[in-house]
């Protein structure tokens, strides 16, 4: 039984890197973010996400995505562009917690000009009937700019903004994961 168990979880993890997309790890000067998105598990067109963030002050924040994606452009530009959810939970060490499930997308923009440069961004609100805990609403934010330095591995920079109101605490307001940021995304 012992066997079975052992090579139930060898197959699993061998056949993981083939239903990634993209494995994103990022800094700033008081955090740390991986984040996994996964689509080739789901029907064409659609892609989810799971991603945690260590801050400094012992400040956990985890996120799950689901976003209807599709190609697109603007302008001359080509683009890939999603329309979802973001849910996102927290907590703190000194008793708040809290999370929210934001309504709201992305998109990133290739420059054929440059071949291998894209920027993109990402918004997502959830107003308080879509809050819990102490957060009474939640904004979230993200621009970057992006160059593939190979056909399967990119770095990027950019900034990074995750705030929310809270309920009933002293301070109305917490920046959750706020600065400049910088990373690696890996593609499968």
Do not use: C
């Amino acid at each position: 039984m012992k066997l079975t168990r052992i090579s139930a979880l060898a197959l699993s993890l061998a056949a993981a890197p083939v239903f990634a997309a993209d494995l994103d790890l990022s800094l700033t000067d008081e955090s740390v973010k991986g984040q996994v998105n996964l689509q080739e598990v789901l029907p064409e067109g659609l892609q989810m996400g799971a991603g945690y963030t260590y801050h400094e002050g012992s400040r956990h924040i985890a996120n799950f995505d689901f976003h209807a994606t599709g190609r697109t452009a603007v302008g001359n530009l080509p683009t890939t562009a999603g329309l979802g959810v973001r849910t996102v939970g927290w907590d703190d060490d000194d008793g708040a917690d809290g999370g929210a499930a934001g309504l709201g997308g992305f998109a990133t923009m290739n420059i054929p000009a440059v071949p291998g440069l894209s920027f993109s961004g990402a918004a997502y609100y959830a107003p308080s009937i879509l809050s819990f805990g102490d957060s009474e609403d939640m904004t979230n934010l993200e621009l970057r700019g992006s160059y593939r330095v190979i056909r399967n591995a990119e770095v990027f920079a950019g900034y990074r903004y995750l705030n929310t109101d809270l309920d009933n605490h002293g301070s109305s307001d917490l920046d959750l994961d706020d600065g400049l940021m910088a990373g690696i995304k890996i593609f499968f």
